[in-house]
């Protein structure tokens, strides 16, 4: 296997990791048992867990930010951009119970090193910003702060949702919240 496929499974499994299983339990020798490496090739291309944990969270955060400009693109309606972009936060559920991975490492934020702090905190702000440019197209007259405001509150609904639903292992629980926040006006 060449450096820049060993270097992708290493990432795709700790993804995946990650999602199921949280930072703490991000192990370099699991990794590399599950790429089929030596950990210390899991070392060469990431010489820490923190620079493997911030390369993580960079690549999900780019990937997202690419998503949401792509379907923000696509439609001038606030409605369809949101139900793409609830299911988003769905399909990591239906894909074996997963969590957002950037939702995942928030909730341990305490334990991660601060170049993993900082990927966690852009991850929210690109969705914030691209949930008020959503809502924008929605209600141009609605003040930008108040925008925010509601693109916080959706971004903050939608990771909760997903942690509870993936505490029941029902993704209809997911659904039924996004449902009900659809209902109440919170979600176009």
Same mark, same amino acid.
């Given at each position: 296997?060449?450096?820049?496929? /060993?270097?992708?499974? $290493? !990432?795709?499994? =700790?993804?995946?990791? +990650? @999602?199921?299983?949280? #930072?703490?339990?991000?192990?370099?020798?699991? +990794?590399?048992?599950? *790429?089929?490496?030596?950990?210390?090739?899991?070392?060469?291309?990431?010489? /820490?867990?923190? =620079?493997? &944990?911030?390369?993580?969270?960079?690549? #999900? /955060?780019?990937?997202?930010?690419?998503?949401?400009?792509?379907? !923000? &693109?696509? /439609?001038?309606? =606030?409605?369809?951009?949101?139900?793409?972009?609830?299911?988003?936060?769905?399909?990591?559920?239906?894909?074996?119970?997963?969590?957002?991975?950037?939702? *995942?490492?928030?909730?341990?934020?305490?334990?991660?090193?601060?170049? +993993?702090?900082?990927?966690?905190?852009?991850?929210?702000? +690109?969705?914030?910003?691209?949930? &008020?440019?959503? !809502?924008?197209?929605?209600?141009?007259?609605?003040? !930008?702060?108040?925008? @925010?405001?509601?693109?916080?509150? $959706?971004?903050?609904?939608?990771?909760?949702? @997903?942690? $509870?639903?993936?505490?029941?292992?029902?993704?209809?629980?997911?659904?039924?919240? $996004? &449902?009900?926040?659809?209902?109440?006006?919170?979600?176009?």
């Amino acid at each position: 296997m060449s450096s820049p496929d /060993t270097r992708q499974s $290493i !990432l795709s499994v =700790a993804r995946k990791m +990650v @999602q199921s299983r949280g #930072y703490s339990a991000l192990s370099f020798r699991d +990794v590399a048992a599950s *790429v089929g490496v030596k950990s210390a090739s899991v070392h060469y291309h990431f010489p /820490t867990k923190g =620079a493997l &944990g911030s390369e993580l969270a960079r690549g #999900y /955060t780019d990937e997202m930010a690419a998503y949401l400009a792509d379907v !923000l &693109g696509e /439609t001038a309606d =606030a409605a369809a951009f949101m139900t793409k972009y609830v299911g988003v936060f769905r399909a990591a559920l239906v894909n074996e119970n997963r969590m957002c991975m950037c939702g *995942v490492l928030a909730a341990e934020r305490d334990e991660l090193p601060a170049e +993993v702090q900082a990927e966690v905190e852009r991850f929210a702000e +690109v969705n914030v910003e691209w949930l &008020g440019k959503a !809502l924008e197209r929605d209600e141009p007259r609605v003040p !930008l702060a108040q925008r @925010q405001a509601r693109a916080l509150a $959706i971004f903050a609904a939608v990771e909760g949702a @997903q942690l $509870i639903a993936r505490s029941r292992s029902d993704v209809a629980v997911y659904d039924q919240a $996004i &449902g009900a926040m659809r209902t109440a006006g919170l979600i176009p």
